[in-house]
């Protein structure tokens, strides 16, 4: 029932589909007088809006709805102002860094059609803005966890000097001030626009979530004592579980500070004395506690794993990390001094999740290459597991 609420079409999305179309058509009818025109424009922005919204419905918030009936508005205000020099590129950065990068991209296509409609241009008005804006919101994207953007700003203003000089001033006969100064001021908007931006992602959102991460992977985290001492097994579980997350992580290019918080986490709902199923205990208290939401993803996948589902390699390296410790622990909790055959213990944890009918991972998205490393791994381990027992 609570994904089917998640999934609903909220009425608030409403705001992002007929306030740019009204706009849209009312911008035509004072420009061109055309009523025709008018209902045409607001038709086509409608449909548009109202695609981009569905698709991204569990993406959009309150926030992320006004934010893009805003710039969807700044964008169709062209039809007022000199040719090119919104700042296309900036606006869906915004987006992307703001609400997300499926949002960003997608409202590039949005923004770039609203002046493409209103301003009756040519076809390589509709293709630079678009080219460019995708092209802005890739790149810092990537750059996003670092907040280190000159490079990515220079790259930008290359492309965008380049695709201007390929798809407009090459297409024209003769050349005048207004074609090169007006997307001049243009690019200086997006790149002043983009720096401010990024650096405001960067500090309030990020470095803000580096520093949560930091504090919450730290074993003396309190929630951590807190489960040292209600639950001695589950915690020393979650402690090398952890540890060897984390390992994976770093072998084969994971983030290795989630890896290690999806290691200690993954079972911490155990805390909670309620009735509900242990995944939903552990969203609920990793929630609580103010969990970065990528962290809480990975842990309500974890719960959620049934064997019909594709699985994350995130998530599926913790699990085979989890039944490993877990299944050592056990072993040694029958007999501390017992001699545990590595080889043939890891293999049938492994052949347990992978196959058969109860099989966990028998969709796990986990390349085959790290499984066999994996598994080579907790065969190799030796001196480690002493202390488990």
Same mark, same amino acid.
């Given at each position: ?193 983009? @720096? ?63 890896? @290690? ?129």
């Amino acid at each position: 029932m609570e994904t089917e609420a998640k999934k609903a079409f909220k009425p608030y999305f409403l705001i992002a589909i007929l306030v740019p179309a009204i706009a849209s058509a009312v911008e035509i009818y004072i420009t061109q007088n055309s009523i025709t025109g008018a209902f045409r424009n607001a038709i086509v922005i409608m449909i548009l809006s109202f695609i981009m919204v569905y698709v991204l419905r569990d993406e959009l918030n309150p926030r992320g709805v006004l934010l893009l009936t805003f710039f969807a508005l700044i964008s169709s205000a062209q039809a007022f102002l000199p040719d090119l020099i919104l700042p296309i590129a900036s606006l869906a950065v915004i987006m992307c860094f703001f609400v997300s990068p499926n949002t960003g991209i997608s409202s590039v296509i949005l923004f770039s059609t609203m002046p493409y409609l209103v301003t009756d241009h040519s076809f390589e008005y509709f293709l630079f803005y678009t080219a460019t804006g995708i092209i802005a919101v890739t790149l810092m994207y990537t750059k996003r966890k670092t907040g280190k953007y000159v490079e990515v700003l220079a790259v930008f203003m290359l492309i965008y000097i380049m695709l201007y000089t390929a798809l407009i001033i090459l297409k024209r006969m003769s050349i005048n001030a207004d074609i090169i100064i007006l997307p001049a001021v243009g690019l200086i908007l997006d790149l002043v626009i983009m @720096k401010v931006a990024g650096y405001r992602y960067y500090t309030n959102v990020e470095k803000k979530k580096e520093e949560l991460y930091k504090r919450i992977v730290d074993p003396e985290y309190p929630l951590l004592m807190r489960l040292k001492k209600e639950n001695r097994k589950e915690y020393k579980t979650a402690i090398h579980t952890a540890h060897f997350t984390e390992l994976f992580a770093q072998k084969f290019g994971y983030d290795k500070v989630i890896m @290690k918080g999806l290691g200690f986490y993954h079972r911490i709902g155990v805390l909670e004395g309620d009735r509900t199923s242990l995944a939903f205990r552990t969203v609920k208290t990793a929630t609580y506690e103010g969990f970065p939401e990528e962290l809480v993803g990975y842990l309500k996948e974890y719960g959620e794993v049934d064997g019909k589902s594709r699985v994350s390699p995130e998530v599926s390296i913790c699990l085979i990390t989890h039944h490993v410790i877990s299944g050592l622990i056990k072993e040694y909790s029958k007999d501390k001094d017992a001699d545990v055959d590595m080889n043939q213990f890891v293999d049938k944890v492994i052949l347990k999740l992978f196959s058969g009918g109860g099989a966990l991972l028998k969709h796990s998205l986990i390349p085959y290459d790290d499984l066999e490393q994996i598994r080579k791994t907790f065969k190799e381990e030796k001196i480690y597991y002493d202390f488990l027992r």
